[in-house]
């Protein structure tokens, strides 16, 4: 298996533009995570998805960010408008199941750049 | 609710030391408790896990760790250091059980080894 996939690698953008990141989790995995992570508040959850369904986006800073999971195999998060303060490494991780003891599978990671 | 304290931000040990990071953590219920590796440029890895039963767990990379109800503590240990230990180090806790597994991290600790 290839792992979960991320994409891009790398965004550089300009404040008030749109930014989607793209993640493909891995297959089999019915559970998938976004969780961000900057130098001054380390690795924070955004939201997670159960079979595909939002269980919880409590962590998500505001109205501009919103995630979709349409099918079982693709996730976006998109950031409209971006600000700089939204500049970190967001991860998309999945696991199976959701019981709390499930290793995390980490993508490498979109490194987001808002100037 | 769920957090973890790392104890130490950097830790630095020579090639062949004892490595031990700390972690100390809260739980309103019986923890799960993880310990991941992120190298640069990369996604976070699973080293180990506690959930239920035995207190010390072995993982991979000869990292281990013991779970100390006691002492709210799951620190990390590795009898002889590599330098292809040289890594953050991340400790982390979730609600155990059927509770929802989402996880919340400390803030890391990066292990230097020198030769």
């Known amino acids: 298996d290839a792992g979960v996939i991320q994409s891009p690698r790398h965004e550089v953008t300009e404040m008030g533009q749109e930014v989607t990141l793209r993640c493909k989790p891995i297959s089999g995995h019915n559970s998938l995570f976004w969780y961000r992570q900057t130098m001054m508040r380390g690795l924070e959850l955004l939201i997670y998805?159960?079979?595909?369904?939002?269980?919880?986006d409590s962590g998500m800073p505001e109205d501009r960010f919103s995630a979709k999971m349409p099918n079982a195999s693709f996730s976006t998060l998109k950031i409209q408008p971006s600000e700089p303060r939204d500049s970190a490494v967001y991860f998309c991780?999945?696991?199976?199941?959701?019981?709390?003891?499930?290793?995390?599978?980490f993508g490498s990671g979109t490194q987001l750049s808002v100037l | 609710a769920q957090s973890v304290t790392q104890l130490g931000s950097h830790v630095s040990v020579s090639e062949g030391a004892l490595v031990l990071l700390r972690c100390n953590y809260s739980?309103?219920?019986?923890?799960?408790l993880f310990w991941y590796v992120q190298y640069p440029n990369q996604g976070l890895q699973l080293l180990l896990k506690y959930t239920t039963g035995a207190t010390l767990v072995k993982g991979i990379n000869g990292f281990e760790a013991e779970f100390k109800k006691s002492e709210t503590s799951f620190h990390l240990t590795k009898p002889s250091a590599h330098m292809s230990d040289a890594a953050e180090y991340f400790c982390a806790v979730s609600a155990g059980g059927t509770s929802y597994g989402k996880l919340t991290f400390g803030q890391g600790t990066i292990l230097t080894v020198h030769p």
């Open positions: 998805f159960n079979n595909n369904v939002p269980i919880d």
């Open positions: 991780a999945s696991s199976v199941g959701l019981s709390g003891g499930e290793k995390l599978f």
């Open positions: 739980s309103s219920v019986p923890p799960y």
